[in-house]
C-alpha cells in the first residue's frame, strides 16, 4: 500500500508541474549552460532601459512629465521592431499596464503576478525554459522620477491626470511606491545565436 501511494504522489506532483507551465528560475539559479543566453538578453534590456530612459529625459527636460507620457515609448518600440527582425521578441510589462498592448507574454504572466508589490532589491528576475528559445524578464524599479506619472494618483499634477485620461483612458500604472516593481522588461532570446 505504502508503495502504490507514493506512486500516486509522484504522478500528482508531476502533473502539477506539468500544469505549472514551462520550467523557469531565479536568475542565479538559471543552468550554466543558459547563462551566456542570459546575458546576450540582458544586453537588450539595457538596451532597451537606456532607450526609455534618454528618451524619458529627454522629454522631461523639454516640456515635463506630460511631454514624457506622450513620447515614453518611440525609441522603445522601434528597438523591438529592429530586434524582431533578427529573431529576438522583447517588451515591457507590469501587473498594472498603463498601455493594454504591453500585456507580458504568456510565458511572464505567473511571475509578474505572483511578484506584484514586492521590492526590486527582493527580485533579480527570472529566466524560462521555452524550449529552443529563453524567455528572460527582469524588474524596473519605480524611483523618484517615475512618481511624476506613475505615483500615488492623489500626487500627480492635475495636467499630467489629464494627460492619462486621454492618452490612456483604461491605465492602472499608478499608485507605485519607490523601490517598488513598477514593471519589467522581458525578451524571448534563441538558445542558440543565429
Known amino acids: 500500500m505504502h508503495g502504490r501511494f507514493a506512486g500516486l504522489i509522484l504522478v500528482a506532483s508531476t502533473a502539477a508541474l506539468c500544469a505549472q507551465g514551462p520550467t523557469s528560475w531565479s536568475i542565479r539559479d538559471t543552468p ?45 518600440v522601434e528597438l523591438t521592431h529592429r530586434l524582431a527582425r533578427e529573431g529576438v521578441a522583447a517588451g515591457r510589462t507590469s501587473d498594472r499596464l498603463r498601455n493594454p498592448t504591453n500585456s507580458a507574454p ?22 524560462v525554459d521555452l524550449g529552443d528559445r529563453l524567455g528572460v524578464i527582469r524588474p524596473v524599479a519605480e524611483r523618484g522620477i517615475c512618481a511624476n506619472c506613475h505615483g500615488p494618483i492623489e500626487g500627480l499634477r492635475l ?6 485620461v486621454d492618452r490612456y483612458p483604461a491605465d492602472k500604472a499608478v499608485g507605485f511606491a519607490e523601490g517598488e516593481i513598477r514593471g519589467w522588461f522581458w525578451v524571448e532570446m534563441p538558445k542558440h545565436p543565429r
Open 32 to 76: 550554466p549552460a543558459l547563462r551566456p543566453v542570459v546575458a546576450r538578453a540582458d544586453l537588450v534590456i539595457a538596451s532597451m532601459h537606456d532607450s526609455v530612459l534618454r528618451e524619458l529625459s529627454a522629454a522631461f527636460d523639454e516640456g515635463g512629465p506630460e511631454l514624457a507620457i506622450k513620447s515614453s515609448h518611440i525609441e522603445s
Open 106 to 127: 504568456a510565458w511572464a504572466v505567473a511571475l509578474v503576478k505572483a511578484n506584484a508589490g514586492r521590492k526590486t532589491r527582493e527580485v533579480e528576475g527570472f529566466t
Open 159 to 164: 495636467a499630467v491626470r489629464a494627460v492619462l
